[in-house]
């Protein structure tokens, strides 16, 4: 049972150090998609990965075109504050890919308009809350994916 993890261009080292090890804890792979706003060396990705780092199955990849290119025909979620679909209707499956995008913007439209079937959303109960952190959002799919495959 096994999930993998996407960063789309992350920016935020500790963001990613989190996830990292959440992604070990979880026995996910990470994917990050290239361009980083950090070097994988960041002092700060190190710290909130804590010693796990070097533990981790991580495959880095140089474009979104490389990674959808590699990865096309495999089962995958995005995720959006503009899905209509709540997070709770995925029908996960082994090894899919939950695709999340960068802390400032998301994911690029490029992607929420190609794959708008398999897009979907963390319910936000109040209109004072644009979005949650990125590592929070992951943890929230990671482990109703793991609940709904055990």
């Known amino acids: 049972m096994a999930l993998h993890i996407v960063?789309?261009?992350p920016e935020i080292p500790n963001n990613t150090g989190n996830i990292g090890r959440l992604a070990l804890a979880t026995g996910s792979t990470l994917h990050l998609v290239k361009p980083f706003g950090f070097?994988?060396?960041d002092k700060r990705l190190k710290r909130a990965g804590l010693d796990y780092w070097p533990h981790l199955e991580l495959v880095v990849?140089?474009?979104?075109e490389a990674f959808f290119g590699k990865h096309k025909n495999k089962k995958m979620a995005?995720?959006?504050?503009?899905s209509e679909k709540e997070h709770w209707?995925?029908?996960?499956?082994?090894?899919?890919?939950?695709?999340?995008?960068?802390e400032?913007?998301?994911l690029p439209q490029k992607l929420t308009e190609k794959y708008p079937y398999?897009?979907?959303?963390?319910?936000l109960y109040s209109p004072h809350v644009r979005s949650l952190n990125l590592a929070n959002a992951v943890g929230i799919v990671i482990y109703e994916g793991l609940r709904q495959l055990r």
């Not at 990849?61 to 979104?64: D, K, L, R, T, V």
């Not at 029908?91 to 939950?98: A, K, P």
């Open 39 to 41: 070097e994988l060396t």
């Open 7 to 9: 960063l789309i261009e």
């Open 118 to 123: 398999c897009l979907y959303k963390i319910p």
């Open 78 to 82: 995005l995720f959006s504050s503009h």
């Open 89 to 102: 209707s995925i029908d996960f499956e082994d090894e899919m890919f939950l695709i999340f995008g960068k």
């Open 61 to 64: 990849h140089e474009s979104i």
């Open 104 to 106: 400032s913007v998301g």
